[in-house]
C-alpha cells in the first residue's frame, strides 16, 4: 500500500512538473538534453555507456583560449562509447554544426560491429558544457574546439585513432589533425565544410547576391551572428513544432534517400529541438570560422600540403558540399587521399543511406580491417572521384 502511494506521488509529481514545463517559454535544460538521448538511443541494440568526461576548471586568467571566461567551472564533455570486439580499433565520430553525436544513431550499430566507437558532443554543443562564447578572433574560434577536443583525449587517455567529422566536425576534425597528427591514424571526412573560401569559388553568385537589398539584410544577420537556434529560442513553446516540420521535410517528404520510420522521426525531432533550444554557445562560432555563404575564413585548401594524416572523403552524390574541393586539396597533399561517393545520399549520407555509408567507412579503414587491405576493391554502389 505504501508503495502504491509513493508510486502515486511520484506520477503526480511528475505531471505536475510536465505541466509547468510546457508553460515555461523555451521548455528544455541539459536534463532534458540528456534523456531526448537516451530516448534516441534506445533504438540502438548495442550496449553503450554515457559519460560527461572532465576536460578541466580553467580558472580565469588561464591561457587556453576556449576558457576564456569569469567562471571556473568544470567543463564537460557528452561522451558515449558503445561496446565492441577486443582489439577492434577505435573510431571517434564528431558531428556537424546544429548537430549531436545522436544524428549518428542509423549507424552506431553497424559500426560497432567492426570498431570501437566513441561519439562527442562538442563543446558548447549537445550534452556538453555549454560555456559563455568569448571568442573574437577565427583563431581564437578554432582553438575553443581543437584545444577542447585535446584536453577531452587526454582525458580519456587515447592516442592512435580514427577520427571521423561530419560537416562543420569534419573541419574541426581536419584541423585537429592538423595540430596533432600524431593520435590520428587516420582521418574520414563526411560532407566537410570549409575546404574552399569565396575567392576560391567558381562563381561570384554570393557577390552578385549581396549587393542586392535581400543579400544585403541577410549578410548583416550573418555578421551579427544571427543563428537559426535563435529562431528556435525565439518561437518558445512553439519550437517543436517547427523543428518537427524540418525533421518530417528533411528525412521524410524530400529526403534523398531513405526516409525515417515514424518512430525513428519522432525521437530524432525530439532530440533536435532540445539541443538545438538550449543555451546559445558553441553556435556562435558561425560567423568567425565561415564568411556569409559558408565559404572559410582559413580554408583547408590552403593547408593541404601540410597534410600529414592519410584521409578518405565521403560525400553523398547530392551533398550541397563540393566534393571538388576534395579534388584540388588532395592534389596537394602528400599522405595518401581518396575521395568516395555514396548515392541516394544528400549532406547527411549517414542518415540517407545508411548501408552504403557503413560500405564506404569500412573501406576507408580497410588496413585496419583487413588482412590484405591492397585486395580490397571499392564496394557495389559506391564510386570514386
Known amino acids: 500500500m505504501a508503495e502504491e502511494i509513493r508510486q502515486n506521488d511520484v506520477a503526480s509529481s511528475s505531471k505536475s512538473r510536465s505541466f509547468w514545463s510546457s508553460l515555461r517559454w523555451i521548455p528544455t535544460s541539459t536534463d532534458h538534453i540528456i534523456a531526448a538521448e537516451k530516448r534516441l538511443l534506445s533504438i540502438i541494440k548495442t550496449g553503450y555507456v554515457q559519460e560527461r568526461v572532465n576536460i578541466g576548471s580553467g580558472p580565469p586568467g588561464s591561457k587556453v583560449r576556449w576558457f576564456r571566461s569569469s567562471s571556473d567551472e568544470p567543463r564537460f564533455i557528452n561522451t558515449v562509447t558503445f561496446d565492441s570486439k577486443p582489439d577492434s580499433p577505435t573510431l571517434v565520430m564528431v558531428h556537424g554544426y546544429a548537430a549531436s553525436q545522436g544524428f549518428f544513431f542509423r549507424n552506431f550499430d553497424a559500426l560497432a560491429s567492426r570498431f570501437r566507437i ?51 566536425g569534419g573541419y574541426v576534425a581536419a584541423k585537429y589533425a592538423l595540430k596533432h597528427p600524431e593520435h590520428v591514424q587516420h582521418l574520414i571526412l563526411v560532407g566537410p565544410a570549409g575546404f574552399t573560401s569565396e575567392s576560391d569559388a567558381k562563381t561570384d553568385f ?58 525513428e522521426s519522432s525521437l530524432l525531432t525530439d532530440y533536435v529541438y532540445h539541443t538545438l533550444a538550449a543555451k546559445a554557445s558553441g553556435e556562435l562560432c558561425l560567423k568567425y570560422i565561415f564568411a556569409f555563404g559558408a565559404f572559410a575564413r582559413m580554408p583547408l585548401l590552403h593547408s593541404a600540403p601540410d597534410w600529414k594524416v592519410p584521409t578518405t572523403f565521403i560525400y553523398g552524390y547530392e551533398d550541397w558540399m563540393d566534393y571538388e574541393g576534395a579534388q584540388k586539396a588532395r592534389a596537394q597533399m602528400k ?51
Not at 336 to 352: L, N, T
Request: aromatic fraction near 14%; include cysteine; proline fraction near 6%.
Open 118 to 168: 566513441i561519439a562527442v558532443d562538442q563543446l558548447g554543443w549537445g550534452g556538453s558544457s555549454r560555456p559563455d562564447f568569448t571568442c573574437k578572433s577565427t583563431e581564437e574560434t578554432e582553438a575553443w574546439f581543437i584545444d577542447s577536443f585535446e584536453e577531452w583525449r587526454k582525458a580519456k587517455n587515447l592516442s592512435n585513432f580514427i577520427l571521423l567529422g561530419h560537416s562543420f
Open 206 to 263: 554570393i557577390a552578385k547576391f549581396r549587393a542586392t537589398w535581400k543579400g544585403a539584410v541577410l549578410n548583416h544577420l550573418w555578421e551579427s551572428n544571427f543563428t537559426p537556434q535563435k529562431i528556435v529560442r525565439g518561437l518558445g513553446p512553439w519550437g517543436p513544432n517547427m523543428v518537427r516540420k524540418y525533421t518530417s521535410a528533411r528525412f521524410g517528404t524530400h529526403s534523398t534517400g531513405q526516409k525515417l520510420f515514424e518512430e
Open 335 to 385: 599522405v595518401s587521399c581518396e575521395i568516395i561517393r555514396v548515392p541516394q545520399a544528400g549532406h547527411f549520407v549517414f542518415i540517407d543511406n545508411p548501408s552504403g555509408f557503413h560500405s564506404a567507412v569500412f573501406h576507408a579503414c580497410r588496413r585496419f580491417l583487413t588482412p590484405n587491405p591492397d585486395n580490397e576493391s571499392l564496394p557495389e554502389g559506391l564510386s570514386s572521384a
